[in-house]
């Protein structure tokens, strides 16, 4: 790439966020919306609820791809983790759930996900699977056994009503006008996805090992001359993936308090559009996490209009992050990936 | 994947499908429920009796139209997703197209004719233009069209679920439904006597499987779509716009998914409901064109043991207390180790049997 394809890419880019902002603008005035009455702390607050499983998602798929390994089964994870850790929930607390039993059940998930991702790598990695097809054929395999695992313990594809998480208020810091609700009057969950993207961040581009798993991506050979295992970080970085999309999963049931296993399950997409949100951040965990807050905030807009008194019909605001995705992929559409993302690597020893 | 021979993708599909169909029964017993009677009442609901057989093959029918529109798409080295979308905006299409030319053709036999073409012509059109947009959004923008497909198949059955409760609900319903297309536009039962299944049907979904095999193995366009899919500088070399191609196999793909919608719009419903509802026929595809390696004479067998395996599926659900759920992880796994012939490849040269001939 030149430096003058790469400036043009960069225009493009500019001219994007220019025509975004001016649209909405151009609405605001036109649709006499009311800003003030729209993004109130409340709506601020629920976009990074929002945003958290999709967050959490972005980042282990980013580190999946970054170590060549597309790991596009990543909405298929999530279900079997919003499943699981309903179910753990339920079975834990023996149907009446509180609080601790939320973490619980969060846990849990997480372990199931990492038996799910080792089994997941070692068809990928080891049986040189054909990635983008085992992806969606779990994707598959998690919108069949995931309202079937409801159906066996509830008899029905949606769970009751379980328990969600509480806030988590930190005394005198969440007075401090607009910011302190935002981030020290709200789910822990948001705390730890925040913490995480830093330290996804920190540790890709700052230790060994995150460059490793960029050379596994990039040039295997490289990394394999060097006398590091490509396998190996490769494992690491797609059960990690697993991982962290069962986590968001789980997270994003702990947020809604129940499981609905019908239609798309209530994950609905959010691990396919974490995949854009990855995409979107050009594979850095900081961009991403910011892109999903992108999502997060769409998503909840919907709820804010209707509060705001503006009337749009909800199936059709609903899709406006899938749109968006369209739309961002068109003009984001010629985003570097790995080089060596989608091919096995054998070593030759 | 696409190198292995005739007899090694049979053996794959075989024993992909034993594999997944083995873990499934293994659930059924572990869930607690009686794995004997899974089976028997898999088969029953499969081919016991004519009914069944008549629900096997409207289930067929689809996923043979389905898989060919996959199929397409995949032999050309694109991966169209997005024949669930497709598929939901042809149906929807062909509907509303026959209920608004009804009052302008005559009653009867004649204006039923009429009626179909322009329903099957519509299918097809609305379903090749939703496939065409993603293909030229790769060809031109550069975007991932497996994740615009995905996102387009939300994006269809959110706006034609919206469409279909709103403006276009038909009069008095209380359902979110379209008013019902005229009774005298029909495919007619030949053979089987059974509801939301005309031998018709299936012949459509056959001639397309001919045509698709004529396009792809006999002709010119058909020789590039496939060059340019695996080889594209050598495609370009020799004279084949690679971007064209691409937008050109995405709107054929979905065309034959435009006209599969119009096939269940017509065979099946009469009017068109929810698509959220309808069932994931273009998903399902993908595993279908798969197991029957992106050939379009695969997709026919392919399509019937996953027209069977629905089948006995909604025969299980009303039958027995297994949740029907399962027969969809249990397509999942097939897809999941139809993916991965390396695994069977090993597992022949570990049993000695005969995975010498890679």
């Known amino acids: ?349 | 994947m696409l190198r292995a021979s005739v007899i090694e993708r049979l053996a794959i599909a075989t024993a992909s499908t034993a594999l997944a169909l083995l873990i499934g029964v293994t659930i059924v017993a572990a869930a607690g429920y009686d794995p004997a009677q899974f089976i028997t009442s898999m088969i029953e609901g499969a081919i016991g009796g004519q009914s069944a057989i008549a629900r096997t093959l409207r289930f067929s029918t689809l996923f043979i139209l389905t898989g060919v529109a996959v199929a397409v798409a995949f032999r050309a080295g694109v991966f169209n997703i997005g024949v669930q979308g497709q598929f939901v905006v042809g149906g929807f299409a062909t509907i509303m197209s026959i209920i608004w030319t009804a009052p302008l053709l005559p009653e009867g036999a004649v204006g039923g004719v009429g009626l179909l073409l322009v329903g099957f012509v519509s299918g097809a059109c609305a379903g090749g233009a939703y496939g065409a947009l993603p293909g030229a959004l790769k060809a031109y923008a550069n975007a991932n069209v497996i994740i615009t497909t995905i996102m387009l198949n939300f994006i269809a059955t959110g706006v034609v679920g919206w469409l279909v409760q709103n403006p276009f609900r038909g009069e008095g319903n209380t359902a979110p439904n379209t008013e019902r297309i005229p009774e005298y536009v029909s495919l007619p039962r030949i053979v089987f006597d059974s509801p939301g299944f005309s031998i018709i049907g299936l012949g459509i979904a056959l001639a397309a499987v001919a045509v698709i095999f004529v396009v792809m193995e006999r002709s010119r366009f058909g020789y590039d779509m496939v060059t340019s899919g695996h080889q594209e500088s050598a495609a370009t070399y020799s004279g084949v716009g690679a971007k064209r191609t691409v937008v050109l196999t995405m709107t054929l793909s979905g065309m034959v998914a435009g006209v599969a919608g119009a096939v269940f719009a017509i065979m099946i419903q009469g009017y068109y409901t929810d698509p959220s509802g309808i069932g994931t026929y273009g998903f399902d595809a993908i595993a279908v064109s798969l197991l029957a390696a992106n050939n379009p004479l695969g997709i026919v067998p392919a399509g019937l043991l996953f027209g069977g395996l629905d089948s006995a599926g909604s025969h299980i659900g009303i039958y027995t207390d297994v949740p029907v759920q399962l027969i969809d992880g249990v397509i999942g796994l097939v897809i999941l180790f139809v993916s991965v012939p390396e695994l069977f490849r090993m597992a022949a040269q570990r049993t000695g049997l005969g995975g010498e001939n890679r």
């Open chain 1, 1 to 349: 790439m030149s430096v003058a394809d790469y400036a043009a890419g960069k225009r493009l880019r500019i001219a994007g966020i220019v025509a975004v902002v001016a649209a909405l603008a151009v609405a605001t005035v036109a649709m006499d919306l009311q800003i003030r009455k729209i993004v109130t702390t409340g709506f601020v607050e629920r976009s990074l609820q929002a945003a958290t499983p999709i967050a959490l998602t972005a980042i282990g798929g980013l580190y999946a791809e970054k170590s060549g390994v597309f790991n596009i089964g990543v909405e298929g994870f999530m279900i079997f983790g919003a499943a699981t850790a309903a179910t753990m929930m339920w079975i834990i607390s023996g149907g009446s759930p509180g609080q601790g039993d939320v973490w619980l059940a969060i846990l849990a998930s997480v372990l199931v996900s990492l038996v799910l991702a080792v089994a997941f790598a070692v068809l990928l990695i080891r049986y040189e699977a054909d990635q983008i097809v085992a992806g969606l054929a779990l994707w598959f395999i998690g919108l069949g056994f995931g309202p079937f695992m409801a159906v066996l313990v509830w008899d029905s594809r949606n769970s009751p009503s379980l328990e969600s998480i509480n806030d988590l208020t930190v005394p005198v810091l969440s007075e401090i006008p607009v910011v302190g609700p935002i981030l020290f009057d709200t789910s822990p969950l948001v705390m730890v996805t925040a913490v995480l993207a830093v330290a996804a961040w920190k540790f890709l581009n700052d230790t060994r090992y995150g460059y490793w798993i960029q050379a596994a991506g990039e040039n295997p050979e490289a990394l394999d001359t060097a006398g590091i295992s490509v396998t190996r970080v490769r494992y690491a970085a797609v059960i990690f993936s697993g991982v962290m999309a069962g986590l968001g999963g789980a997270v994003l049931l702990a947020q809604a308090g129940s499981f609905t296993g019908t239609g798309e399950t209530m994950v609905s997409g959010r691990g396919w559009i974490g995949i854009v949100a990855y995409l979107f951040g050009n594979y850095n965990p900081l961009g991403a996490a910011l892109a999903a807050l992108v999502f997060g905030g769409l998503d909840m807009l919907q709820i804010q209009l209707q509060t705001a008194g503006i009337d749009v019909p909800n199936r059709l605001v609903n899709l406006f992050p899938y749109a968006a995705v369209v739309v961002v992929l068109t003009v984001w559409g010629s985003t570097r990936t790995p080089a060596a993302v989608g091919e096995p690597y054998e070593s030759e020893e």
